[in-house]
Each structure stands twice: as C-alpha cells, then as structure tokens.
C-alpha cells in the first residue's frame, strides 16, 4: 500500500497492510538539528530541521504541517494574540497564546447577520474583522484584506509546493488546511471568563452562532483543499474536552455545529480529522453520533484511548497517542512497550494511526521518538 | 433562609448577578462583613465539591471564582481593619518559560477562597523570583504550574533554587498543569503533585490546613 492508501484504509476503518504513523513535528525539529525555536521563522531551516527528522528518525506515513510561512496566517485558525520565540519570547522559548478578549459578546448576533447576508463568506468577514485586534499593523475594513489575504495566498502557495515534494518521497499530507471548530473558536476568542459566563447566561446564542457558520467553514475548507489537492482537513476542538465543558454542555451545545460540519465535509468527499487535545472520557459516547468512517478522533495522551477505541472504534478512526511526558522522560523501552500496546489493542482490526499525542515534546529525547517510529515496523504489520 | 444562607447558595448556584445583588443589599442593611466572606466560602466549598463529582466543569469553576472576587472587592472596603483569618501562606506562580495561566489563576482564587494568603508571582516566574517570595512571606507551599514539558526542567530548577536559599526544609513544594504526572514529580523533585484546582486545595490543606 501507498503511504495515502493506508491513511484512506484506516479513516475507512478498513484494515491496511500496516499501521501508519503520523507524529506532529515542530519545536522538536529545531532542537534535533542544533537550533533555536526562533530559526524556524526561516523556511529554509524548518525543511533543513524536518528532513533530517524524516532521514534519522522517520520515515513517516503522513506528513503533519504546521509551520507557518507569516504569522498572521495563524491567526486565521487561532484568533488570539500570539507571542513567538526571536520575537516577543526567547529565541528558545515555545510560540504561546495571550487569553484576551478578540470577540466582543455583541458579536454573537453580528454573526448571525453576517451568514444571512454571505453565508459563504462569514468565516472570512469575521477573521478580518478580528485581525486588526489581532495584529497591530494589520488595518480595519478593507485594510484588512489587504493585509492578510495575500499572506494566506503566499502561505498556501508554498505549501503546495511543500506538499508536491513530500508526495514525490512517498509521503503523503495528513491534512491540507485546518481549523477551530466553531464553538472553540468563540472560546478562544472571548477568552475564557467571558466564555464562560456566555455559557451561563447565553448558550443558546453561542450554539446559534456556532452552526449559523457552516456553510462558511464548509465553503473555505473545500476550496483551500481543492486547491491543495488534500481531501482531508483538521478540526480542531480544543475547547471542548472535559477539561474545559461538561459532557452535557458538549452534546446540546459543541457537538451540533461540529457534527453538521463534519457531515457537510463527508458530503463533498472531505474527511474530518478531529484534534481532540485534553480529556473527552466523558464525551465519547456523544461523538457515536457522528456518522462512521466520516472522521478520525486524535487524542493526546489525556483522553483514555483504549476507553476511546472501546467506545468509538466502530465509528472513528482513532490516532495518538504517545504522551509528551512519556517521550521526554521515559525510555526507549518504555516507548515502545507502549507503542505496542496502543498497536495491539488500538490498532486491532485496523482504523488507527499511532503518533505523538498532539504536538510532540520539544524536548522528547530523539531515541525515544526513533523508538515510536520503529514500533509501526515491528508490531503494526497486520498480515 | 437567612441571609448568608441566600448568598452561599448563590454562589454554589454560580448565579452572578443575584449574588452581587444579595451581597450588596446585605452590607447596605449593615451584615457583618467577615459572615459574609464566611458564607461566600461555604458556597465556593459546595462548588468546589460538585466540580470534584463531575457535576461542575471549567465554566462554573471560573464564573464562581470570578463571583467571589467581585463579591469580596464590595466587601474588603468595609472590613475596617478587621483580617480574614488564613489557614497559611502559599506562593504561586507559573514555571519559568511558559505563560500559561488559566489552570495557575483558579488554583490562587481556589486557595484564596479556601482561606490561604496567597501571592501570585503571574507567568513566566524565575526559580530566583519563587524563592526570593517564598522567602520574603515565610510561605509554607509553594505551587509551581506548567503546561509545557519545558517546563518540567524549570520546575526541576524551582525545586534547586528554593533548596540553594535554605527553605527546602520550611516548606512543601506542588506541581500541577496538564502534563504533569508522577514521573515528572520524581523528575523535579517537588512533593506532591495535582490534576485539578481540588486537588491542589487537598494537598494545601493537608500540608498547612
């Protein structure tokens, strides 16, 4: 099997030839080639630091992106102020994000208004809205179009390139764009306090809003993947495990926008890979109510993912979920004992892709990551 | 129902405006400031257990510490000079190298609301900025947060530092934030360590309560 083969294999929830392995490389590429966070700003050091991740660690089934060609561009995903290492942080620090308020609570009903007029095009009226609160030199109205679309342009642009050149080595691309759930992105966006008192007080208005951007969020990943040639895409809830809502607050208000967008998606031939950080335990059950073989589950380490494949491995593709702890301060041995077991018990009767659970450690220890990678070749043959 | 009663169910009902408003109409009819604290505390005590039974997530734990710090900034001005009594002094702060703050802030008003003095040093606290703190309040915990594994070796160096300025000894010392686990305790050193802000009450109250 190819390399894409076996990733439509397992979201299919068929049984592929082996199980592949997708690990979430940034921060560490920097640190296995000698340099700080900061020089992979310079794209020629984050191909110089992820080649020779693939070349002594790898190689690897899917490629995961996340380097981003303009900062801003991240904003788009994330829309919150972000401090980056060389910038604001040490050049050996970790890019991190400010909690403050970018979405004012009237915006809820701005939102509304904004997906009757341009159903297609809320997403970006309101990303451009917000960048200017964002970005300091990034102007209001049209300024801010100005500003940012050609750096989105820029950025997809190169990733395409990047993408042709991981297809030619037999690599194919986890994802071709990716974004904050509706619901996660009013989290974010609000900040955390003020969130929470919507959520109290408003919740009604926070669902609305969140499935009044469907069409827009399905319209802006459609064409970004066409574009890219991905016909798969990241979602991410960041702010919809356990550690954040109730399982309750999840199913009445997370789960419908989520799961109108991820049926819309299936819809058009595009599969969701849900980047489920922090503890879901307590919302699997309602993830069932997605349709099967539409979605992958991506855990980090803090849900319980042989609770997960118990529970949801007749739905979801399931992928992770090898713990940042376990990979900066375990061993090699550890690894792989617990790399077999996820393959053995995870992986039984295929729909699973093992890798880091999220991003892996910048300070995971390189032969514990060559441990994760050789445990695929080990033990995840199935024939 | 009497009126602190009224208040401490408010609380635990995470009902800010009612709270507010009870809260108010009470000093206005000349309660007793410190009963008020006091019932404020029992409803924080009530939320805090329903957020141990799953019952109470993330919103209701920061929408309910928020209505206790809005409700104790209408009662400190009439306080005239009486203290709130606490149960010890702890020292907070999130590791060197990361500023990640949520978990780190319902912790200090978790332990503020459960009676302890507390002095939070933000994001980004050098294993120097801890000690010279701990030092200066004769703290008897203090809690480090981190999300990051970088963190990991900052709280390592937290751990060192406060040993190097010969507090080791006075005080105990707790990690919490979303990686940390066993191992990165032995790793660090520290004596304990918490998933969740209850846990970190628990382990406050068992080392100073």
């Given at each position: 099997m190819t390399s894409e083969e076996r990733m439509q294999a397992v979201i299919n929830l068929q049984v592929p030839d082996r199980v592949p392995v997708s690990p979430l490389i940034y921060y560490f590429a920097a640190l296995y080639a000698g340099m700080n966070h900061a020089d992979l700003h310079e794209p020629k050091n984050w191909n110089k630091a992820i080649d020779k991740c693939f070349h002594e660690l790898g190689p690897w089934d899917a490629y995961y992106p996340l380097n981003f060609y303009h900062v801003e561009v991240g904003t788009f995903i994330f829309p919150m102020k972000v401090l980056e290492p060389g910038i604001e942080l040490p050049p050996d620090a970790i890019r991190q994000f400010l909690e403050e308020?970018?979405?004012?609570?009237?915006e809820y009903e701005w939102i509304m208004s904004a997906c009757r007029q341009t159903p297609l095009f809320s997403y970006l009226r309101l990303f451009m809205r917000w960048s200017p609160r964002i970005w300091d030199h990034v102007g209001e109205g049209w300024k801010s179009y100005a500003s940012v679309l050609p750096l989105i342009a820029d950025h997809l642009a190169r990733w395409k390139l990047e993408f042709r050149d991981w297809r030619a080595r037999g690599v194919t691309q986890l994802y071709g764009l990716g974004y904050e759930a509706a619901f996660d992105n009013f989290s974010m966006a609000r900040g955390i306090l003020n969130f929470s008192r919507d959520l109290k007080k408003h919740p009604a208005a926070v669902a609305a809003a969140a499935e009044a951007m469907t069409d827009s969020y399905v319209f802006m990943l459609r064409m970004v993947d066409l574009f890219l040639g991905v016909r798969r895409v990241v979602i991410a809830v960041h702010r919809s495990s356990n550690d954040f809502i109730s399982p309750e607050t999840f199913r009445k208000i997370s789960l419908p926008s989520l799961k109108a967008l991820v049926e819309r998606l299936k819809a058009v031939g595009i599969s969701s890979i849900l980047h489920c950080d922090g503890n879901w335990d307590l919302n699997l059950e309602a993830l069932r109510e997605l349709p099967a073989g539409c979605a992958v589950a991506q855990f980090d380490g803090a849900t319980d993912i042989f609770k997960a494949k118990e529970i949801i491995g007749d739905r979801l593709c399931i992928y992770g979920d090898v713990p940042a702890d376990l990979l900066a301060l375990g061993s090699p041995a550890e690894v792989d004992e617990y790399c077999h077991r996820l393959i053995e018990e995870v992986g039984k009767g295929g729909g699973f892709i093992l890798g880091s659970g999220c991003e892996l450690a910048p300070n995971a220890r390189p032969e514990n990551v060559k441990a994760m990678m050789e445990s695929v070749v080990k033990y995840g043959y199935y024939a | 129902m009497g009126v602190n009663e009224k208040i401490a169910v408010l609380i635990a009902e995470v009902e800010e405006d009612q709270t507010l408003e009870e809260v108010r109409r009470a000093l206005d009819e000349g309660a007793d400031p410190l009963s008020l604290v006091e019932a404020l505390r029992e409803g924080m005590s009530v939320v805090g257990d329903k957020y141990e039974a799953r019952e109470y997530f993330l919103p209701e734990l920061i929408l309910s510490a928020e209505i206790f710090r809005e409700a104790i900034a209408l009662i400190e001005p009439r306080l005239k000079g009486e203290s709130m009594a606490t149960k010890g002094t702890v020292v907070i702060g999130t590791a060197q190298g990361d500023i990640h703050d949520i978990g780190k802030n319902i912790v200090a008003t978790m332990l503020r609301c459960n009676g302890y003095e507390v002095h939070d040093l933000g994001v980004d606290v050098s294993p120097q900025a801890f000690a010279e703190k701990a030092g200066q309040t004769q703290a008897g915990l203090v809690a480090i947060s981190g999300l990051?594994?970088?963190a990991f070796d900052a709280m390592k160096d937290t751990v060192d530092a406060l040993a190097e300025a010969g507090l080791r000894d006075k005080l105990k010392i707790i990690i919490g934030g979303g990686p940390v686990n066993e191992k990165v305790l032995e790793y660090c050193g520290a004596d304990a360590f918490g998933k969740d802000p209850t846990e970190a009450i628990r382990l406050a109250d068992k080392h100073l309560g």
């Open positions: 308020e970018i979405m004012k609570f009237e | 990051l594994t970088l």
